[in-house]
């Protein structure tokens, strides 16, 4: 028997996790993200609506829509450089979560092969379906929710050759939440001869979404507005700018691996069209201040509008080597990674009841290249010792064109101040320039990384790390000539693994201990909606996972314990969890109705409908019962104040046969309050009499118990 596929990275051990999803495919997800819950120390949060990206935690870090992880799907980035709204925006909402397969997450930049944003870790999709044949599936549920999806991968092709197409809209939870999207995707996989496949893909994805946005525990408190309301709905007329947004993505990918020899070879290549736009306001009518040079105007909102248009050319590629010395594999592999960026980025500020641009904030045209070379090494002097590990050198080049440069001068004219001007046209005294500039500069990096595994003994090894990682600079930070400040991070841990069977049952445990050092850290700016530069921190946690399958059994747990400090005055950093527990669990069994005693012949034993129907082939099928735990303990917020802790319970059970499937699934089953989002800033949507610039709590709601009923019907499978 020959037997085709592709080997993956040699492991970098107790931190890199390798998920196959398997049965715990069946807990309630609600999305793409939800999926990285299975690696420890994961926190998912929303607010911006459903079009929006998920604000991710990671052992310790606040990524915020991934600028601290490098996302991939097939090896196809995710992450948008020089994206306005953050550096590294990951949009998963794309990815119909039917076609995941499972996932490698490497957390902390230990892998050479990991890029640009692997500073808390990285985290790579594996698309495949499992299941071959056609199938149609429809949903509907709480708050108007319904969904229609459809799979297709034909009986004797790679489960990597698939298609799938989704459509779904919901009013959403409570007020100004409503949503609709609809997404494409399709990949073959076919042979080069006996020694090498080649994978062609397409996806294309849109959105249209509302987001409620915070609120403020004050007028929660006095009755002002609702646990699900939003200040947009609140006494306005419809005309009124609601928060939310447009989203849409498309792409082409190919790639091939081959083996000639003793070497294989792989390239692929990819395009990218992104493209996005959101609405948000965090502060209500706090900001527009009148300036003395300004007509008379009164308080017109904070409401951000920022858009962003993204091209994205790029290609990898590696050739990995191996030999033998001593009965044992030795490997090297030489690799390169190539993108360039063309991207479009404006932001200004509206009035809130005619939605009319009154200041232009940022302007943008930005091109970001990123080219990098690694080596990589897996080396064995023993069978129960290993050495990987090696360098990557990263070079990151800009070219940003600022439409919008200056924004104020010292000295106005007298005679002819600028008024209300955003880009200004003159300098100091008056003196005439024009409102552009364009900045360019480069940069490189070199960035170790090396892991010693020992063992297996006894099913127990040992592993060490140690790493540098990196995250480029935002467009607007770039200067001309000026080096771009790199964040740089340097990350150490040590972990013990156990990978065994335990009579019937295959067990994996891992415990590890980490540390992380950023020389140049991100802070959430609630006027700039989004993160900014700010000083160094350090990470000193403890993680752990398991994960144990038996016959009718898949039971995946994880815990994370971390403190994040900020170097210079050793406090807590804001919104950072310390404390991350998970468990996903799923029970299943084959089902046979005609033990049920629901056959026709019943206790007379004489077939009936069910034995009629088994020997038909229908009448034997699959329950399983799937629960979701999450807790998160709290978190630090600014000023001194800390959040609530969270707990949600998700639940699903599910009846299959091999041409249909019944599931009923519930988020969120205790119908807790949480505060899914939590804040400590200034704000003002005119809700007191005086308002003033004392902070005050504002928080994102998570959503209440929902529920989803979902009816397959499959044909064609093997």
């Known amino acids: 028997m020959t037997v085709l596929g592709r080997r993956k990275p040699p492991s970098r051990g107790a931190s890199d996790f390798d998920i196959q999803v398997a049965g715990l495919k069946e807990v309630p997800r609600a999305n793409a993200s939800d999926f990285l819950k299975l690696a420890p120390g994961i926190l998912l949060t929303n607010e911006g609506g459903d079009g929006h990206a998920e604000q991710v935690f990671m052992r310790g870090f606040d990524a915020r829509e991934g600028q601290d992880i490098e996302f991939t799907v097939g090896g196809v980035p995710i992450n948008e450089s020089g994206n306005l709204h953050g550096n590294g925006y990951a949009d998963t909402h794309f990815i119909i979560p039917e076609l995941i397969a499972g996932l490698r997450v490497v957390e902390g930049p230990f892998d050479p092969r990991q890029g640009n944003f692997a500073v ?127 989203a849409s993505r498309a792409s082409l990918y190919a790639d091939v691996e081959t083996r000639v020899g003793d070497t294989t070879l792989s390239q692929q290549v990819f395009l990218i069209k992104r493209d996005m736009r959101l609405l948000e306001n965090f502060t209500g009518f706090l900001l527009d201040v009148q300036e003395p040079l300004q007509s008379l105007h009164p308080q017109r909102g904070d409401m951000l509008d920022l858009s962003v248009h993204e091209w994205t050319l790029g290609a990898r590629g590696a050739s990995r080597w191996q030999t033998t010395w001593r009965n044992l594999r030795q490997e090297l592999e030489l690799g390169y990674f190539a993108r360039n960026d063309q991207v479009e980025g404006k932001q200004q500020r509206l009035e809130a009841t005619t939605g009319v641009p009154y200041k232009t904030e940022t302007d943008l045209a930005s091109q970001v290249g990123d080219l990098a070379l690694y080596g990589d090494a897996n080396l064995r002097a023993w069978r129960w010792l290993s050495v990987r590990g090696g360098a990557r050198a990263e070079f990151l080049s800009y070219d ?70 990196v995250r480029s600079v935002d467009p607007s930070y770039v200067s001309q000539d000026v080096k771009t400040p790199f964040a740089s991070v340097r990350a150490y841990e040590a972990g013990l693994a156990y990978g065994g069977e335990v009579r019937d049952l295959r067990v994996v445990a891992r415990a590890i201990l980490f540390r992380t050092v950023v020389d140049r850290d991100l802070v959430f700016s609630e006027t ?191």
Request: aromatic share 8%; with cysteine.
């Open 120 to 246: 808390a870790g990285s985290a790579d999709y594996e698309l495949g379906l499992v299941e071959r044949g056609t199938s149609l599936r429809a949903s509907t549920g709480s708050f108007g929710t319904k969904r229609l999806l459809g799979l297709w991968g034909p009986a004797g092709e790679s489960v990597h050759t698939f298609g799938g197409a989704e459509i779904s809209t919901t009013n959403g939870f409570g007020q100004n939440r409503d949503a609709q999207k609809g997404s494409v995707m399709g990949q073959y996989e076919g042979h080069l001869g006996s020694n090498g496949s080649f994978r062609l893909g397409a996806q294309a994805y849109t959105t249209h979404f509302h987001s409620a946005g915070v609120i403020r525990e004050d007028d929660l408190s006095s009755g002002r507005i609702g646990f699900y309301d939003s200040y947009d709905l609140l006494g306005t007329t419809r005309e009124q700018v609601r928060q939310g947004g447009d």
């Open 400 to 469: 940003v064109l600022n439409r919008c440069a200056a924004q104020s001068v010292a000295h106005p004219s007298s005679s002819n101040p600028p008024i209300d001007q955003s880009c200004l046209t003159q300098q100091n005294n008056g003196r005439p320039r024009e409102p552009d500039q364009r900045s360019s500069t480069s940069s490189m990096v070199l960035l170790p990384r090396a892991s010693l595994l020992v063992g297996p003994f006894r099913d127990v090894s040992f592993s060490t790390s140690v790493g540098q990682g």
């Open 528 to 718: 700039e909606g989004r993160n900014t530069l700010g000083g160094g921190t350090t990470r000193n946690g403890w993680g752990g996972a398991l994960r144990v399958t038996g016959r009718f059994f898949d039971e995946a747990a994880n815990l994370t314990l971390v403190r994040a400090q900020l170097d210079d005055t050793h406090q807590s950093v804001a919104y950072i969890p310390g404390t991350v527990l998970r468990s996903d669990t799923a029970f299943f069994a084959p089902l046979s109705l005609a033990r049920m005693g629901l056959g026709a012949g019943g206790a007379n034993g004489d077939g009936g409908i069910l034995g009629s129907g088994a020997r038909n082939g229908l009448g034997s099928g699959r329950l399983s019962l799937n629960l979701g735990l999450t807790y998160v303990g709290p978190r630090p917020l600014p000023y001194g104040q800390q959040s609530a802790s969270l707990f949600t319970l998700d639940a699903a059970i599910a009846l299959s046969w091999a041409f249909a499937e019944v599931r009923l699934s519930a988020s969120n089953v205790l119908d807790s309050r949480d505060r899914l989002g939590q804040y400590n800033f200034a704000s003002d949507f005119r809700s007191q009499a005086q308002p003033t610039l004392v902070p005050e709590r504002e928080f994102t709601a998570g959503p209440p118990r929902m529920w989803l009923l979902t009816l397959a019907l499959k044909w064609g499978g093997a």
